[in-house]
């Protein structure tokens, strides 16, 4: 269902700190464990999905994800993968082993996704950065 409260704005990106995770399945068994015990160990809320899942309901991209795994909506379950490793393909942006920041891009933006990652900017913030780079078509 669209939501009635999302202009229709031609080609154009929304970017930021969402707060709201992405797909469970994005994460390995283990990676979504681990958050929901941080979660609840710190008492805050239980991971959460709705903006993520609005913002694909109303037809955005999300660069990282649609680069990274082709649309694939499922991280592998997979013990040769270290911590590392998992966290890489997932994309984690937050220091709680979550992706929270997201580059999202209407499905008419007037540019052709050419890559997309994340990179430690820790140093400066308590998330890392995610970069999009595009395309003049």
């Known amino acids: 269902n669209k ?12 970017c930021g700190d969402f707060n709201s995770m992405s797909k469970k399945s994005h994460y390995t068994r283990k990676q979504f464990e681990t958050i929901r015990q941080h979660r609840e160990r710190s ?11 609005t913002m694909l309901q109303n037809a955005y991209i999300d660069t990282f994800w649609q680069i990274n795994h082709h649309n694939n909506d499922n991280i592998n379950d997979d013990n040769d993968n270290n911590e590392e490793q998992d ?3 997932v994309g984690v942006t937050c220091w709680a082993g979550s992706r929270i920041d997201y580059i999202f891009a209407s499905h008419d933006f ?3 996704l050419t890559r997309s990652f994340v990179i430690d900017s820790q140093q400066a913030t308590d998330h890392n950065a995610v970069v999009s780079i595009f395309r003049c078509l």
């Open 3 to 14: 939501d009635e409260n999302f202009i229709p704005i031609e080609g154009h990106l929304i």
């Open 43 to 53: 008492h805050w809320e239980a991971p959460k999905f709705k903006i993520y899942k």
């Open 87 to 89: 966290n890489v393909r």
């Open 110 to 112: 007037p540019m052709q």
